[in-house]
């Protein structure tokens, strides 16, 4: 299964988006004087999603929802959300993972988009460990995967850190390749029901185009035809969410 645009469906979105345009992300280059207080999507908008989402999987799953993973952390700002959510209704089971080498979008971003371009969205480690500990949460409960993902994305990773039930999937690092790495990651971990919130969907329009979150995740589909996903409503318009789950 995949949920690419058929022909009919893609110049509709194009027309529509002549007079709709989606909203661009705010990206950092260079000095910013308090990376901790810009928020690409308003937390409590993302909180109130969060706690749709455990909801979710606990109807599905029983307490013990699955852990949550991130990738492309940025400032920590969701990551941060997921966290408090998760206290708030005293999920217990749940751990968080932040995977992201902490040094911007990867050389050979501009290749894939003319927007787009390595060094975006830097923030260092420590930074973003101050900023999650103005939002009161504490970097210490989070396991940090530092480093580029043709590094880190692997099965030493897996079983290092014991990864192996998966509740929430936030997936942040904006480009195809990127994204890629992310899904053929998590494709032999999917055993159960998970959401995937793909945070760049439409960003710049790279679904009309074909590149992007939306390529990678209807390939990581196509070739993975024993699970299924639905859509399922997401936080914002450039956003897509889904449960993926194994075909029963």
């Known amino acids: ?45 993302l909180k109130s999603f969060f706690a749709s989402c455990i909801k979710t999987l606990q109807d599905l799953k029983g307490e013990n929802v699955g852990d949550y993973l991130e990738f492309g952390v940025f400032n920590g700002s ?14 217990k089971s749940m751990r968080f993972f932040g995977f992201d080498a902490f040094k911007g979008l ?23 460990k101050e900023c999650l500990k103005r939002r009161d949460v504490n970097p210490e409960e989070v396991t940090w995967v530092k480093g580029w993902y043709n590094e880190t994305l692997n099965n030493k990773t897996i ?6 039930k998966i509740g929430i999937v936030f997936v942040d690092c904006d480009t195809y390749s990127s994204s890629k790495a992310v899904f053929d990651f998590l494709s032999p971990l999917i055993t159960a029901p998970a959401i995937f919130c793909l945070d760049d ?48």
């Open 1 to 45: 299964m995949s949920f690419r645009y058929n022909p009919i469906q893609r110049w509709a979105k194009i027309i529509y988006r002549k007079f709709n345009p989606v909203p661009g992300s705010p990206w950092t280059k260079g000095h910013v004087d308090d990376i901790c207080k810009i928020n690409l999507v308003p937390p409590e908008t």
């Open 78 to 91: 969701s990551l941060g959300s997921a966290y408090l959510t998760a206290k708030k209704l005293n999920i």
């Open 106 to 128: 990867p050389k050979g971003t501009d290749e894939e988009h003319d927007v787009l371009q390595k060094g975006f969205y830097a923030c260092s480690f420590e930074k973003m």
């Open 159 to 164: 079983k290092n850190h014991n990864i192996s």
């Open 201 to 248: 969907w439409k960003l710049y329009d790279m679904d009309i185009k074909g590149t992007g979150e939306y390529k990678s995740f209807n390939e990581f589909l196509e070739a993975n035809t024993h699970l299924e996903a639905k859509e399922i409503k997401s936080y914002n318009r450039k956003s897509k969410s889904f449960l993926v789950q194994p075909k029963k």
